[in-house]
Structures are given as structure tokens and as C-alpha cells.
């Protein structure tokens, strides 16, 4: 199925692996040219060289820090009239609320609350302007079921889902949609990393753990970044123009609800 969004122009944040990979390669594949970001030189420019060989489509690197203002402004210095933007960042560390200092919250609200919205004040208006725009916010599924040792990833993506709301009604009329994407337990190094975490609390085996744990999933395993990337380049093609403000939930059912 062609996308119709052949020769646009996205920016992916935080793309060097993970779901923000997934989602560039996924635009790629649909022949869209990519500026892409992530904190480590080596990364990002060993990851926009594989996707330029694989694809050919150009793919820009940005050795940036996104949530920060000087990063956000190399970014929109390689592309400053992007068609798509997937907004993507790391999440604040685990903990308790009761450890958490105000330090901690402005950060986590500095990076998933504010740097998204920094970049979409950037670019919507210029999206409106051409006619097109697509602006897809990688969040969290605990947007919708809150988990108890992520407080600050919590608060700060529940954050950013109420801040964008009318907005995505405000622009839809121009062609321009805004929807958030929020995984569930998606097989990416963020996840490993927790499940190592475990293994090494308990005192099991790596595999054990991941095993345990993909087996809580109704589909019994985890997502795949190819999955989440198909998902993002449908949301950014011409056929996702009366889909906008909506959560939509990838967690292989793990959120059990009826709505």
C-alpha cells in the first residue's frame, strides 16, 4: 500500500534505535527524506547511513540533545519545514514518589512535556500553511493506566496528551493531525535493560525474565520496532487526514480495558 507521502520531509527525534528507528525506517521505506536525532554522534550517523543505503532516501543526522533548546534549533536548522514530526525521548528513570525532588520533576517535565511541544509551536503553523502536516507524539501507555514506578513519566506525558488536545481539533481543518502513539512493552533497549535490572534482583537468568515477563502479554511476547514504525508511517500518510487528538494504545493488550 503506497502512502502517498513520497518525497515529504519528517524529523524523528531520538531515532538512532528503538521505536523512534522503527519509525524512521518505516517513513524511509515509503520514500520520505529524513532529518533524524539522537545524543551520540557514532549512533545517529552509523543509523542515517544504513537507512540511506537500504532506502535511498537522504537521511540527515543530528548529534543533538532534543530537550534542549540549542538541540531542538539544530534540528529545525537541517529541516525547518518538516511535513511529519514524531516527537521522541528518552523517559525519567524509575523511583518513588517520595525520592522525587522538584529537581526531577522539572526535568521530566522538560524533556516529554515541554520539548515536544517547543518543537510542534515550531512547525504547525507552517504545516498549515502548506496544507499537510502530520505530528505523531510517542508517549506511554501509562497515559491511560498510570504505572507505579514511573510517577514523572506519568505526569509529564499525561501532560503533554491534555496540552495537544484542542490543538489537534484547532488545526485539523488545514490537513494537519496530531495523534499520540503509546506503547506498551515493545522489545527495544529501554525494555531489556529493565528486565536485566530484574534478573539481577532476583537472581534469575536474563532469559527467564524476559520470557516471564512477555508471557504476562495477552500475545504472549513483545512488539517489535517494525510494528510500531508501520503504525507511525500510517498515521504520517495521506489516508490518516480524519484521524487526530486520539491515544492510540500498542501494547498487544496488555491494557485491559473495554474502552
Known amino acids: ?138 508517549t506511554s501507555f501509562s497515559v491511560k493506566a498510570p504505572i507505579p514506578t514511573l510517577e514523572l513519566s506519568n505526569g509529564a506525558r499525561a501532560g503533554l496528551t491534555g496540552a495537544v488536545a484542542a490543538l489537534a481539533r484547532k488545526v485539523s481543518p488545514k490537513n494537519v493531525t496530531i495523534n499520540n502513539m503509546l506503547p506498551g512493552p515493545f522489545d527495544t533497549d529501554r525494555l531489556r535493560n529493565t528486565s536485566k535490572a530484574i534478573a539481577e534482583k532476583t537472581g534469575k537468568t536474563m532469559e527467564e525474565v524476559q520470557a516471564a515477563r512477555a508471557a504476562e502479554n495477552p500475545t504472549g511476547r513483545f512488539g517489535t520496532t517494525e510494528e510500531f514504525g508501520a503504525a507511525c508511517a500510517f498515521l504520517s500518510s495521506q489516508y490518516a487526514g480524519y484521524i487526530t487528538g486520539q491515544n492510540i494504545v500498542l501494547d498487544g493488550g496488555a491494557l485491559n480495558a473495554t474502552i
Request: proline residues 5%; charged residues 20%.
Open 1 to 138: 500500500m503506497d502512502m502517498g507521502i513520497r518525497g515529504r520531509k519528517a524529523i524523528v527525534c531520538a531515532a538512532s534505535k528503538g521505536l523512534g528507528r522503527g519509525c524512521a525506517e518505516a517513513l524511509a521505506a515509503e520514500g520520505v527524506d529524513l532529518v533524524i536525532c539522537s545524543r551520540t554522534n557514532a549512533e545517529i550517523e552509523k543509523t542515517a547511513s544504513e537507512i540511506a543505503a537500504e532506502y535511498g532516501v537522504s537521511v540527515t543526522p543530528v548529534a543533538c540533545d532534543i530537550t534542549t533548546g540549542e538541540g531542538r534549533a539544530a534540528v529545525l536548522a537541517a529541516c525547518p519545514d518538516p511535513d511529519i514530526l514524531v516527537n521522541n525521548a528518552g523517559g525519567p528513570p524509575p523511583g518513588d514518589f517520595k525520592d522525587f525532588g522538584l529537581d526531577d520533576w522539572r526535568q521530566a517535565v522538560e524533556g516529554n512535556m515541554i520539548t515536544p511541544i517547543a518543537l510542534i509551536h515550531e512547525t504547525v503553523y507552517g504545516m498549515m500553511g502548506r496544507g499537510f502536516g502530520r505530528i505523531i507524539n510517542i
